[in-house]
C-alpha cells in the first residue's frame, strides 16, 4: 500500500525537522481526475510557503 510508505515518509521528514510535512489520503484510484485536485492543493501550499 501506498499511504503506509506515505506516513512514513512523513514521519522521517518530521524527525529530520521538517515539522511541517504533511500526508494526506484519499479514497479514489491513481489517475488524473482523483489526484489532480489534492497535486493543486499541495503545490500551492508549498509555494505560498517562504
Do not use: I, K, Q
Amino acid at each position: 500500500m501506498v499511504l503506509p510508505a506515505a506516513r512514513r515518509l512523513r514521519d522521517t521528514l518530521a524527525a529530520a525537522g521538517y515539522e511541517d510535512a504533511v500526508c494526506r489520503g484519499f479514497n479514489g484510484g491513481h489517475d488524473d481526475l482523483c489526484w489532480r485536485t489534492e497535486l493543486a492543493d499541495g503545490l500551492v501550499d508549498l509555494l505560498s510557503r517562504g
